[in-house]
């Protein structure tokens, strides 16, 4: 039985570089650019080292061949490719020991190749590990950087803040301040304005008073002249009535005369002419003074009516003398009161000129604090222009260190995969059995435990992706696969480890994948998937997708494929037909009407006689047939699982294909096989048939772990005819075909002790050697009965 040692595959493979001993010989090879083809169609690149994208040389490269089985062994592309394509010398085909010798040495030197790998890796994981830590101190040295510069700018933006808020604030006071002074000023003009008015309008009222004085003065100057003119008047009037007086004193006395005259007629009648020439005279004079008389009545009723008019215009101007005294008085009330605002607002526009030289006095101050700070902000931009300059190189540098990086990450994934190709090379060689774990998540149904964690996974490079430990009463139990698959593991990253394994079987190769674990450990969602949930379709429906795909695709290269499908499941010892159309139902006991069997011709085919056959020439089709077929499948309820598998699952894909220009001839077999899930009693609670089920399950189970067993002791004689599930898969357990087998694994802590036996089993399946697999080129035989090779 093999060791654990035995069952790990060498570390995986990154950037290949080595040197030899000699100056004269030094080679890197990245000089020879191997170039090969991914999965994903990318070129690969020469095998360079990241710093700088330079090739190591032995001055750069970490000196650990010094002491190692390689020495100073180089190994090209050329020596890597002749070694995978060197065929053993066969001098004589029967010389069975010569055979094993070159076998031997073969297996040596790709191990000594392997361990070069190896050896090269750790110099690049070195490499790798100083890049990182370059890197993450150049970035935690940028995240300070950053901190820094983010620290300066809030403390800059603050001290801005609050100097624009100061700034607003005087501004606002400023202009508050400038409006009342405005204001104040409008309102002191507007007062000026009225003083001078008031001053205009008591210059101009003292000028009509002083006129109005002269008028009165010339108006009593003339009242005055008046009365002396008007006394006058009355003197001469007097006089002319003491005249008339006088004139009728006379007339009176003429008329005593006259009556003496007339008396004396006779003695005047001389006289008389002369008398009445007299007279005529003195009634003219009379007439002239009664004239001067009316002219001076009328002269002196005209001087009343000036006098009066003069007095009313006296009056008039006296009220007006009056009126505007009156007003004077009010405008020296105005004024004086005018005069103490005016004063008033003088100190507050003093006050306020005080206030707007202090408030200037102020903005200067904060305008130059605004200029100090605008010259710190300067300096701080300046700065924090050179520290993002320096961020920017740092920066770069990151770039540069990323992109080498990636560059180291690319050519460690093609270094991972001429590792794969190397272990895949030495395990055909070896003819060992592939094995894939797998660990479902945890269901909501599996409850909680207080055990904890019983599933871990080694995190370093050597078992990362390989590895998986499992606890058990406080002892670790470590096992190492090919690829362990975590629960976060989709189907389709399930699928891509197994894609080529897939495309052997249109190269002709007879390929078997099959599941194995307990009950509700995901072996049928591994297989067949969800139904109805296109992105979890399972490895069958995929698998049958990638091979019409590249039917397709070989097509324009002259081949022409024909395939033919069946599919069985092995209940209780008896194999059932999912796929015929007049499927009787189980007896009783549990044997099915119609009998099957199982036979192996001398070319290691199996056959199983009466099997439906149905050829199909796309997905669709063969989707179809996989639905009919689930639902023609034994499935029961235990308490373990809701739906569990009561049968094993065989579906069987033959290849036929012809290269019409070469008429070269392939035929390949594609076995996928979802076995039933191991049991307790104990946990299961079968009862009944289920019982029986559960019996007829493990005892197949069990037959397939002696098998193994024996396989991996190389026994003599391996018991294939235990049961019929092992005497089926006898070609893919000890034939020549590539057998890649899937355990399943609940993370359950309740299921540990299951989980563990599962494991074991897939490790001595890891262990044994089938034989190499060959790649069938016969031609079609007549009978095209569907085989299990």
């Known amino acids: 039985m093999a060791t654990k040692n035995q069952n790990k595959p060498p570390y995986p493979n990154r950037n290949l570089t080595t040197t030899t001993t000699g100056p004269s010989s030094r080679k890197c090879i990245g000089d020879e650019k191997m170039v090969g083809t991914a999965n994903n169609g990318r070129s690969r690149q020469a095998f360079s080292v990241v710093n700088g994208g330079q090739d190591l040389c032995p001055n750069s490269a970490p000196a650990s061949n010094a002491g190692s089985e390689c020495g100073g062994i180089e190994f090209t592309r050329e020596d890597v490719e002749a070694l995978l394509n060197e065929k053993p010398k066969r001098k004589d085909r029967f010389n069975l020991k010569e055979r094993c010798d070159n076998m031997v040495e073969y297996i040596k030197k790709l191990k000594l190749c392997v361990k070069w790998f190896q050896e090269l890796e750790g110099s690049y994981l070195f490499e790798q590990e100083k890049l990182l830590n370059m890197l993450d101190s150049a970035e935690q040295k940028c995240n300070e950087t950053e901190v820094q510069m983010k620290n300066k700018e809030e403390e800059l933006n603050s001290i801005i803040m609050e100097l624009r808020k100061n700034y607003a604030s005087l501004q606002e006071k400023f202009t508050k301040e400038e409006s009342d002074k405005l204001a104040a000023v409008d309102s002191l003009a507007r007062e000026k304005e009225t003083r001078l008015n008031i001053e205009r309008s008591q210059t101009s009222l003292s000028e009509e008073l002083a006129k109005a004085q002269r008028e009165l003065l010339s108006s009593n100057q003339k009242i005055s002249s008046l009365n002396d003119m008007y006394k006058r008047l009355q003197d001469y009037n007097t006089s002319l009535q003491q005249y008339n007086g006088k004139l009728h004193t006379d007339l009176s006395t003429v008329e005593d005369e006259l009556k003496h005259v007339e008396k004396e007629k006779a003695t005047i009648v001389e006289n008389l002419s002369m008398l009445r020439g007299q007279l005529t005279l003195t009634r003219t004079s009379q007439d002239e003074a009664i004239k001067q008389k009316d002219a001076l009545v009328n002269e002196a009723a005209f001087l009343r009516a000036e006098l009066h008019q003069v007095r009313d215009d006296r009056d008039r101007l006296q009220s007006q003398v009056q009126t505007l005294s009156t007003d004077l008085v009010k405008y020296k009330e105005y004024s004086e009161k005018y005069g103490a605002e005016l004063d008033i607002l003088t100190i507050k526009a003093n006050e306020l000129e005080a206030t707007c030289s202090s408030q200037n006095n102020q903005i200067r101050i904060l305008q130059n604090q605004l200029a100090t700070a605008e010259e710190k902000l300067q300096l701080y931009d300046s700065s924090a222009l050179e520290t993002r300059t320096e961020f920017e190189g740092q920066k770069k540098h990151i770039y540069e260190l990323q992109s080498r990086l990636a560059d180291a990450e690319f050519k460690l994934v093609e270094g991972e995969m001429l590792r794969k190709k190397l272990h895949n090379t030495i395990l055909e060689l070896k003819g060992n059995i592939r094995v894939f774990c797998r660990v479902r998540p945890l269901l909501p149904e599996d409850g909680i435990s207080t055990e904890g964690k019983v599933i871990s996974y080694p995190t370093s490079i050597e078992y990362l992706g390989r590895g998986i430990d499992v606890v058990q009463n406080g002892q670790k139990h470590a096992f190492t696969f090919d690829q362990v698959f975590m629960p976060d593991a989709a189907q389709d990253d399930v699928f891509v480890e197994i894609s080529q394994l897939v495309q052997s079987a249109l190269d002709g190769y007879k390929v078997c994948i099959f599941a194995y674990g307990q009950t509700g450990s995901g072996k049928t969602y591994t297989m067949m998937g969800r139904p109805g949930h296109p992105e979890q379709k399972g490895l069958i429906p995929r698998s049958l997708e990638q091979i019409f795909q590249t039917k397709q695709s070989l097509q324009p290269q002259g081949w022409r494929y024909e395939m033919q499908v069946s599919m069985l499941e092995i209940y209780n010892e008896t194999i ?175 299921s540990v002790g299951e989980s563990l036996c599962s494991l074991r089993f897939a490790a001595r399946v890891n262990a044994c050697e089938i034989g190499v697999p060959r790649r069938q080129t016969n031609t079609r035989p007549s009978d095209s009965r569907l085989s299990y090779g």
């Open 576 to 750: 059932r037909d999912l796929l015929s159309t007049n499927r009787s139902s189980p007896t009783e006991n549990g044997v099915a009407g119609k009998q099957y069997s199982i036979k192996h011709d001398a070319n290691g085919n199996s056959h199983v006689s009466d099997l439906t056959i149905v050829d199909v020439r796309s997905a669709k089709e063969v989707s179809f047939l996989l639905d009919q077929a689930a639902q023609s499948r034994s499935v029961g309820k235990t308490q373990m699982n809701e739906q569990s598998s009561r049968s094993h699952f065989v579906f069987t894909l033959r290849i036929f294909g012809v290269n019409e220009s070469t008429d070269q001839q392939v035929q390949g077999v594609l076995n996928l096989i979802d076995l039933a899930g191991s049991e307790r009693l104990s946990k299961s609670g079968s009862t009944g048939d289920r019982l029986k089920e559960t019996q007829a399950i493990n005892k197949s189970l069990s037959s397939l772990s002696d098998v193994i067993l024996a396989l991996a002791k190389k026994e003599d004689h391996i018991p294939f005819r235990n049961s019929k599930l092992t005497y089926l898969l006898q070609p893919c357990l000890g034939g020549d075909s590539k057998t890649l087998m899937f355990v399943n694994i609940s993370p359950d802590p309740s």
